[in-house]
């Protein structure tokens, strides 16, 4: 069974600044991998990042890092440099074999 | 290369119909997943099939239905609909046979009054 836990409803960040926004997960698979989703107002879920459990190196994708700590079975998200189209739902999601759970999700808003 | 597309966009039922979800994955992907969200759930998963086959399902009641076609096209069908049912229904395909990034569709959004 996998859990994953996101404890932050909402987030504000200063444009131009960086934010993390929290994410963790229990699950009994051996193998899995972590993921972040943003989901605009429109209502589509936009594929961020991807984590494998056996990766060494922590995931990043141009202003996206996954700050994956295995031992606190934690994987935040981290943005840099915000951006207005930043504003959005962020979801983190994991998966074992053929299932992904995804979290309740965190509201970013960036302030101009 | 075509996306996801779900059909129809938006739908409007009475309590007690069946209503049917239309799935078109992007080419190539085998792996068609489907989610339910609602405001107050969240995203959960509905179900999961490949190669026609459905290899994993969430816990919803038997209402909820699914199958997928030999070009990969899913359905989703929910009969005797529930105020509860409204919600937005996502599906995504992945081309990895185990789990795989997730390309979402923009979901069907259903409205049972």
């Known amino acids: 069974a996998q859990k994953i836990t996101q404890t932050q409803p909402g987030m504000f960040v200063q444009e131009k600044e960086a934010v993390t926004l929290d994410c963790t997960y229990d699950?009994?698979?051996?193998?899995?991998?972590l993921f972040w989703y943003k989901q605009p107002s429109s209502g589509e879920m936009i594929f961020l990042i991807y984590?494998?459990?056996?990766?060494?190196q922590n995931a990043t994708e141009g202003r996206y890092s996954l700050n994956f700590q295995k031992a606190r079975k934690s994987a935040n998200l981290v943005i840099s440099a915000s951006q207005l189209g930043d504003s959005a739902m962020y979801f983190c999601?994991?998966?074992?074999?053929?299932?992904?759970?995804f979290g309740i999700g965190t509201k970013l808003q960036v302030i101009p | 290369k075509a996306g996801v597309t779900q059909t129809p966009r938006y739908l409007i039922k009475t309590r007690g119909q069946q209503v049917t979800l239309s799935c078109s994955p992007i080419?190539?992907?085998?792996?068609v997943s489907w989610y339910q969200q609602t405001p107050g759930q969240g995203l959960q998963f509905l179900f999961e099939?490949?190669?026609?086959?459905?290899?994993n399902k969430g816990n919803f009641p038997g209402r909820f239905s699914g199958r997928q076609f030999s070009n990969s096209r899913s359905e989703m069908n929910v009969s005797t609909l529930e105020l509860g049912d409204s919600a937005l229904y996502l599906c995504?395909?992945?081309?990895?046979?185990?789990?795989?990034?997730?390309?979402f569709g923009e979901g069907s959004r259903l409205t049972v009054l």
């Open positions: 699950t009994s698979d051996p193998s899995y991998g």
């Open positions: 995504a395909s992945s081309l990895s046979a185990v789990t795989g990034e997730l390309f």
């Open positions: 999601a994991g998966g074992g074999y053929q299932k992904v759970t």
């Open positions: 099939y490949f190669s026609e086959t459905q290899r």
């Open positions: 984590q494998g459990s056996y990766d060494q």
């Open positions: 080419s190539g992907h085998r792996s």
